[in-house]
């Protein structure tokens, strides 16, 4: 645990590619996810999403559209990469005209970041965003992106690299204030969840925690609001959620790690013990 630092910036920390998750086969051959799934059906998909993309602001559609995410199977083996437009978007069944989940899964990190109380730096979603607007959800996610950085699969530095880019995007949270070698990383699950029947994710999330006194200066693009909670308060929530009241809702991933992980680890957030906790071996599918 440590106090605001005063240091200079850092950039992110590159290791050779010897170490990264595509090691054993070149760059190059690790191809684009629109190769997978037939011409047909991908047209179909692609046209009916992008008649509703006109309320897509400038700063989504950037993300959408020119960010290359890292794709892996369930496994959390690299297969290749695609827009995370394209990834996001559910197919279109010609049978039944319902709406299915890809069979692609995007790498995904979510960050949890305690502050030295042991309180837990919670943020809601803009209205902006393409999926689960205005929700209310951990610290924050990203999709690791396909670049060197982003895919060191060696103690997770990869997914680390991803999050302390993303803090500062989101939050304005500077890089010297998250070391990459402070993220812990906890564990994996992988899940899938709708947003609003165009658009769902099926993701396999990695679970970094850290706990630091930060600066927040959030991004209203990217960010609604944010809030420390305590357990307590955190629970407080939960109910207020389940109830219906004030028109609150938790983003699916958040809930399921609360449900079955969160105020169990929150001990050892206290106590300073997470390491006795980690398991990056099991892949819980929720």
Request: hydrophobic share 40%; proline share 3%; glycine share 6%.
């Amino acid at each position: 645990m440590s106090a605001l630092s005063l240091a200079s910036p850092v950039s992110l920390t590159l290791l050779s590619s010897s170490s990264a998750r595509y090691a054993h086969r070149p760059l190059s051959s690790v191809g684009s996810v629109s190769g997978s799934i037939s011409p047909r059906k991908f047209s179909t998909f692609r046209a009916v999403a992008e008649s509703k993309d006109d309320g897509m602001d400038a700063v989504q559609r950037r993300l959408m559209f020119e960010d290359e995410c890292i794709l892996v199977d369930e496994t959390d083996r690299v297969v290749g990469h695609d827009s995370k437009y394209n990834c996001n978007v559910l197919l279109l069944s010609s049978l039944d005209r319902t709406f299915e989940f890809s069979s692609n899964v995007l790498d995904h990190s979510v960050v949890f970041l305690f502050n030295s109380n042991f309180e837990l730096l919670l943020q809601q979603r803009s209205k902006t965003k393409v999926t689960f607007p205005l929700v209310w959800t951990n610290t924050c996610c990203t999709h690791p992106l396909y670049r060197e950085s982003e895919l060191i699969e060696e103690n997770a530095l990869g997914v680390r690299n991803a999050a302390q880019r993303k803090l500062l995007d989101e939050l304005g949270i500077v890089a010297e204030d998250v070391p990459v070698d402070e993220f812990i990383a906890l564990g994996r699950l992988l899940y899938k969840a709708p947003s609003d029947g165009k658009w769902g994710e099926h993701e396999l999330d990695h679970l970094l925690f850290i706990v630091r006194d930060v600066k927040v200066q959030p991004n209203p693009y990217e960010v609604g609001g944010i809030k420390y909670v305590s357990r307590e308060e955190l629970k407080e929530l939960v109910k207020k959620v389940d109830a219906g009241e004030e028109g609150l809702k938790l983003s699916p991933w958040f809930r399921l790690v609360v449900d079955n992980f969160l105020m169990k680890w929150w001990d050892h957030v206290e106590k300073g013990t997470l390491g006795e906790i980690i398991d990056m071996e099991t892949i819980h599918k929720l």
